[in-house]
Nanobody, 125 residues
Framework: VQLQAFGGGLVQAGGSLRLSCAAS????????MGWFRQAPGEEREFVAA????????DYAGSVKDRFTISRDEAKNTVYLQMNSLKPEDTAVYYC???????????????????WGQGTLVTVSS
């Protein structure tokens, strides 16, 4: 399984970015996909997750109503649409995957088996 994340960049506060995570190596219909982020000097934290099987989603409270996770089954790609960005959203964003555990421990980064390389998002004030 290989994950490749891209789409990060520099954006002003209030702006938008869309991150993509291209997955390859197998069929992901029985996988959970997640986005995590890590700011300098901070621990990696959960951002959003989606069950590939049915498209159900969940979010960290800090990004709910601003970020949207989605998947394109035909392209084996997961997206993170980020709107109304704030300086505190600045971090390296990682996509992750695991064979589905449904919603068990979905926000725990240690429960994911595969990781992309990360893409930097910088939000200026």
């Amino acid at each position: 399984v290989q994950l490749q994340a891209f789409g990060g960049g520099l954006v002003q506060a209030g702006g938008s970015l869309r991150l993509s995570c291209a997955a390859s190596g197998r069929t992901f219909s029985t996988y959970d996909m997640g986005w995590f982020r890590q700011a300098p000097g901070e621990e990696r934290e959960f951002v959003a997750a989606i069950l590939w099987s049915d498209g159900s989603t969940d979010y960290a409270g800090s990004v709910k109503d601003r970020f949207t996770i989605s998947r394109d089954e035909a392209k084996n790609t997961v997206y993170l649409q980020m709107n109304s960005l704030k300086p505190e959203d600045t971090a390296v964003y990682y996509c992750a995957a695991r064979p589905t555990l449904y919603w068990m421990d979905y926000s725990n980064s240690r429960k994911y088996d595969y990781w992309g390389q990360g893409t930097l998002v910088t939000v200026s004030s």
